[in-house]
T-cell receptor, first 115, second 117 residues
Framework: AQKITQTQPGMFVQEKEAVTLDCTYDTSDPSYGLFWYKQPSSGEMIFLIY??????QNATEGRYSLNFQKARKSANLVISASQLGDSAMYFCAMREEYNFNKFYFGSGTKLNVKP | EAGVVQSPRYKIIEKKQPVAFWCNPISGHNTLYWYLQNLGQGPELLIR????????DSQLPKDRFSAERLKGVDSTLKIQPAELGDSAVYLC???????????????FGPGTRLTVL
């Protein structure tokens, strides 16, 4: 089974609007971390936001927030007030602490922000 | 603070030739990762080092790929001989704690784009 599933290969959003990128995960590890990365066309993976499995509150970093629903095993990224510079690939990833902290990436979502 | 440094940024070689990639992690980061990323896909781990020790090389094709991190700082990934299917982006990442902390964040270099002709 896939550890990380991103079901949206591509998304469009109008500039200044909010967008949600979906991510579901599969683990039996009681302790894990969830990450989102942005990869612009330049190729560098940029860390955006982290959510721990024991965190009670959803993580936020500026315009990024992580909608963590533990029972549903989902960790959706919400980008508010989209900007043209947000156009990029977005990857969801998970680290399983009891599995030697193995790190798994999803297949990514290509976000296009329209002016 | 300098980020993860990789070189070269681009490499074009003929099949069956050897190739090497170099990575210098963020200062103080004990854990170093090499990933392979095919076009339109997420990164796939090749090898993970904690200091000098390769703690996870289960996905490294050992018949043609090798890696080293002799002094626990910078690292080299080598392919010999290269095949057409090795064309991809090779990403290096580093993190502070590795196995010690589920919150440990990986920081990535710009990658090396390899083209095998």
């Amino acid at each position: 089974a896939q550890k990380i599933t991103q079901t949206q290969p591509g998304m469009f959003v109008q500039e200044k609007e909010a967008v949600t990128l979906d991510c579901t995960y599969d683990t039996s590890d009681p302790s894990y971390g969830l990450f989102w990365y942005k990869q612009p066309s330049s190729g560098e993976m940029i860390f955006l936001i982290y959510q721990g499995s024991y965190d009670q509150q959803n993580a936020t970093e500026g315009r990024y927030s992580l909608n963590f629903q533990k029972a549903r095993k989902s960790a959706n990224l919400v980008i508010s007030a989209s900007q043209l510079g947000d156009s990029a690939m977005y990857f969801c990833a998970m680290r399983e602490e009891y599995n030697f902290n193995k790190f798994y990436f999803g297949s990514g979502t290509k976000l296009n922000v329209k002016p | 603070e300098a980020g993860v440094v990789q070189s070269p940024r681009y490499k074009i070689i003929e099949k069956k030739q050897p190739v090497a990639f170099w990575c210098n992690p963020i200062s103080g980061h004990n854990t170093l990762y090499w990933y392979l990323q095919n076009l339109g896909q997420g990164p796939e781990l090749l090898i993970r080092y904690e200091n000098e020790e390769a703690v996870d090389d289960s996905q490294l094709p050992k018949d043609r790929f090798s890696a080293e991190r002799l002094k626990g700082v910078d690292s080299t990934l080598k392919i010999q001989p290269a095949e057409l299917g090795d064309s991809a982006v090779y990403l290096c990442a580093s993190s502070l704690a590795g196995s010690l902390d589920a919150a440990d964040t990986q920081y990535f270099g710009p990658g090396t784009r390899l083209t095998v002709l």
